[in-house]
């Protein structure tokens, strides 16, 4: 149990027994190493388990399945998409299934308390008692500040986000949201209109949305002077709206924006309008909350602000499909006028699972290694940007970080092919990111909180090495 426990506390993904790419193990026997005029090929940290042989379809049967049965909106990063092979080679992810892995894939006691629970109830509709759904309410409530404490279970970001556009509509009698531009808050019919990126937009109704000015530290106007910012806010307000709103939403570090956290001083100042003109206050924490960030265990408190309406998804519960709402009493009242009702949300063994996801960031101070490991892979990271031109800005804190790639630094043009080129050749070294922002430009870092400073240095040093290649 204590190697098994070892295993899923790290952020290696391996499949097979003992096998490593041989292109990859033959040039990687040394660690990695730098001189004034080169850089070495890094060697990935070791691993002390090898899991039970993969005995599934191969990659291109697979691939094929895939497009023969699924969607063909689905897309992939990478020239060849996949996870594994079959031949058990290891990669690193620093991408955490986009900010959702939080404590480590395939945790031993997230792992226990889903079979445990599944064991005893597999699904039981709310309309019944159950312990686990409470009991893990009443944890998450005591995590948020002020009267946030009444909980709404849902299954998704976009169905939480949904959720809580509905509900500030229905307090506040108004229908006008206000989003920030570059914002992504989901797909749906509203969550879809809040999204601010033409790439994740469809031509269907989208009523009742304003977006704001981006507080956008790197290309934004007024750089990092959050309430100048802000004053959009208010001029939509008095010339887009009837002088009243019914909410405002946004991330504190806006994630499939490409990691760009709202200039400081933001949010305090657009809470600020939001509410003198009746509005509720959103925020989004689908990426940024879950102690990501380091410094906090949700991204707003960076900004010093108590949102009236908290949504959360993804490391809520490190891959399980549960997602939440968490709001005042007060606020909470208006789901009471009609009925409203959930028959997934809060079920027994997403919502064991997730509690269990709760107990092992609290257990294992995830958070505290958020800080300390993300300061240090930021650090280094920075220190590519003095190397490279071509990197135009490191930004983000704890373990959600982006380094925007341009051609030119002045006038910084995006450097979309060599992103792409970039990744897939980490890929090739063992190294899983991800990307984002509008142009496509940004790598998203976003690992499991169980990162160690040894995973971020091969991570970095991937890096290096590919960029010394262009």
Known sequence: ?????????RAVLEKNVGYKCRSFSQLAQTQSTYSENDVVLPKMPPFDYSPPPYTGPSAAEILQKRKDFLSPSMFTFYKNPYLFDEQGRRYLDGFGGIATVCCGHCHPDVVEAIINQTKRLQHSTILYLHHAIAEFAEALAKKLPGDLNVVFFTNS???ANELAMMMARLYTGCHDIISLRNAYHGNAAGTMGVTAQSNWKFN???SGVHHALNPDQYRGDFGSDGEKYAKDVQNLIDFGTCGRVGGFIAEAIQGVGGILELAPGYLPAAYSSVRKAGGLCIADEVQSGFARTGSHFW???NQGVVPDIVTMAKGIGNGIPIGAVVTTPEIAQVLTRSSYFNTFGGNP??????HAVLKVLEKEKLQENAFVVGSYLKQRL??????YEIIGDVRGRGLMLGVELVTDRQLKTPA???TVHVMDQMKELGVLIGKGGFYGNVFRITPPLCFTKEDADFLVDAMDYTMSKI
Request: hydrophobic share 40%; proline share 0%; glycine share 10%.
């Open 1 to 9: 149990m204590m190697m098994l426990q070892r295993l899923m506390k």
């Open 157 to 159: 970001g976009t169905e």
């Open 204 to 206: 269907v109704i989208q």
């Open 299 to 301: 991204g707003f408190e």
């Open 349 to 354: 063994v997403c919502t064991a699972g997730a």
């Open 382 to 387: 920075t220190s590519l940007q003095d190397k």
């Open 416 to 418: 979309k092919a060599e």
